[in-house]
């Protein structure tokens, strides 16, 4: 068993977790401390099949599995097939296999692809979109244009799979907030993600960003300007059927909601947050004690 440290969406809590790699692919976005310490290898055949029953021997009746490292998508089908199918022989009650996959890897599966992964029973795929501005993904070293992180869950989610889509509220700093908040709100209008999850940045050292922050390169929103830009992406999105969270350790006020039917509602506790006077607009938000 691999002695790396194992990260998983807030939403996989209860599921099992069998690793099938190490590290990400990419492991290059200025923001992101996850893999920092972690050279990507993709381990072989034989260590997933013995990370896979030594998961069976702690929940052999699981229902919901999560195939960890980063971008698990990025594997070939043929790969991703071998291991899904093995999965589906060993767990006879699972009905979910969740990945991280990045837009790369997903536009560079067919429709056909897409639809066998599908029936082996892959189904949530975790993105994170981050801004919809493309500037701000330049900046912070994304590999992904947003145009085709907008393909790529349109694609997704054509071929019956759910996309789960992280946006972070403050990347592109104080200078271009406005900007960050209305272009993401337009990529998420055109993805129409089925699960979407705000999360506020925190520069973490060691990373790109972090030090960029320390030489005055990039300004923190402060606490009261986070919240104004989380709320003016959500005044914008016109979202048909998607459950939102903001209820990270990083955000301010955990929020939770499903749109369109909420939005109303979330923008109101918004609202009151920012008439207040409770919120900081000299300094950002204090950092939480853990990520």
Not at 28 to 48: A, H, P
Request: aromatic letters at 6%; one cysteine or more.
């Amino acid at each position: 068993m691999s002695s790396q440290t194992l990260f998983r969406p807030p939403a996989e809590a209860n599921s099992l977790i069998i690793r099938i790699a190490e590290g990400c692919p990419w492991n290059n976005c200025t923001f992101c401390g996850m893999y920092k310490q972690v050279t990507y290898r993709l381990l072989s055949f034989e260590e997933i099949e013995s990370n896979i029953a030594e998961a069976y021997k702690i929940n052999p009746l699981s229902r919901k599995i999560f195939l960890a490292d980063g971008d698990v998508m990025l594997l070939s089908t043929d790969k991703l097939q071998n291991i899904l199918q093995l999965i589906n022989s060993i767990f006879p009650r699972v009905t979910r296999i969740n990945v991280y996959a990045n837009g790369g890897s997903i536009l560079s599966k067919t429709d056909a692809q897409l639809l066998l992964l599908k029936s082996l029973k892959l189904n949530t795929l975790y993105m994170g979109l981050e801004s919809g501005d493309e500037l701000t993904l330049k900046n912070v070293n994304k590999k992904d244009s947003a145009a085709d992180m907008v393909a790529a869950v349109q694609k997704a989610q054509k071929a019956g799979m759910r996309m789960s889509v992280m946006i972070l509220i403050g990347l592109a700093g104080q200078k271009n907030s406005n900007r960050h908040a209305n272009e993401t709100a337009s990529a998420l209008n055109m993805m129409q993600p089925k699960l979407l999850s705000a999360l506020r940045v925190i520069p973490i050292p060691g990373t790109k960003l972090f030090d960029e922050e320390q030489n005055g390169i990039f300004s923190q929103l402060t606490e009261f300007q986070s919240i104004v830009e989380l709320r003016e992406i959500i005044s914008k999105l016109k979202l048909k059927n998607c459950v939102f969270r903001a209820n990270h350790s990083s955000n301010i006020l955990p929020l939770e909601g499903r749109f369109p039917k909420d939005k109303g509602r979330i923008i109101s506790e918004l609202d009151y947050l920012i008439d207040s006077g409770m919120l900081s607009k000299t300094s950002p938000a204090e950092s939480p004690l853990w990520l």
